[in-house]
């Protein structure tokens, strides 16, 4: 037997791979891996997919220094600023995407938190979103802190975004104008306020293949059950711009290794998934079963039409 049909069975009866065991993976013929992770991801989550959709809620001007955003006020990537958006436009896009037949919409701010006046603005808008339409709330507003997350459960959100973007280890190659903690800590403010939390991370920033251990294994111990993984888009103004894109084996050998650490997730093919030829096809056999679909914050992504034809001939039910 195999190490990955080993591995594959025993994680199928109920356990847990180590962190040597998910790193052997990586030399693991990689048809068998894939196949071995759809069947984890379909004995624990069947045919399952979620679909979500993001706003910019509030583009640019950036304090952080996050090597990968086109965002940051550190770089010149010349993308679109602009200041929060009112609620109108916001509640307008969620109709249009709940007509679409999308479970989620998030909403995404630059920044590293909203101030309390901005919550409560976007609070206004939470509430006319659950109202006005059916579509389930994510917000990503930042390292926010417990009472602000209340303020927007109570609004009506049910999910908190918050990538950890790398390992710990690994973080502070990537940004320096917050911590790895502070991310957990905003994390675990979130779930004790009773959010749900959506965490993952970008692939191809120079990590190893230890540090995507490291951050799976974080998102594990921390029971994160929705996981972006993203692959770097390189965006001319920023610090990684030459770096590499990964091809789409690279893809699939990361979401099939994250399937093993994290068998009933949903996990969430995100940023860069449009330079995949594919769209992401290859990866969904592979032990992806989520995506964020319309277009990402500064780059054009997936429309909805396109991306449910594609789930609709994989045998995927979009549902939560």
Do not use: W
Not at 183 to 188: F, Q
Not at 199 to 223: K, N, Q, Y
Request: aromatic residues 6%.
């Amino acid at each position: 037997m195999s190490q990955v049909e080993k591995l594959k069975n025993r994680i199928l009866s109920g356990g847990q791979i180590t962190k040597e065991e998910a790193l052997s993976l990586y030399d693991a013929p990689l048809t068998e891996l894939c196949e071995a992770a759809n069947e984890i991801r379909i004995h624990f989550c069947g045919n399952r997919f979620d679909m979500c959709t993001i706003i910019n809620g509030k583009s640019g001007r950036c304090s952080e220094n996050c090597k990968y955003c086109a965002q940051s006020s550190f770089y010149h990537s010349h993308i679109e600023e602009y200041p929060l958006l009112g609620a109108d436009e916001i509640v307008k896009q969620a109709r249009e995407n709940d007509d679409q037949g999308v479970l989620r919409y998030s909403i995404v701010t630059s920044g590293k938190r909203l101030n309390n006046e901005e919550v409560d603005k976007m609070c206004d808008a939470i509430r006319r979103i659950r109202r006005e339409t059916g579509i389930s709330v994510c917000i990503s507003f930042g390292l926010l802190d417990e009472t602000q997350f209340i303020k927007a459960k109570e609004a009506g959100a049910s999910r908190v975004h918050n990538n950890l973007e790398t390992s710990r280890k690994n973080f502070p190659n990537i940004c320096t104008t917050h911590t790895f903690e502070e991310k957990t800590d905003a994390i675990k403010a979130a779930q004790r306020a009773g959010l749900s939390v959506c965490s993952g991370g970008i692939m191809g920033m120079g990590e190893t293949p230890e540090d995507r251990v490291d951050m799976a294994l974080t998102l594990r111990e921390l029971e994160i059950h929705s996981v972006p993984v993203n692959m770097l888009n390189p965006i001319p103004g920023t610090p990684f711009e030459t770096l590499p894109r990964l091809s789409i084996d690279d893809m699939r050998r990361i979401v099939a290794v994250f399937r093993f650490v994290l068998p009933d997730a949903f996990i969430r093919l995100a940023g860069g998934r449009g330079l995949m030829a594919d769209k992401g096809r290859a990866c969904f056999l592979s032990g992806a079963n989520a995506a964020i679909s319309g277009d990402m914050l500064t780059t054009s992504g997936i429309s909805v039409a396109a991306d449910r034809k594609l789930l609709k001939e994989l045998g995927y039910e979009i549902r939560m």
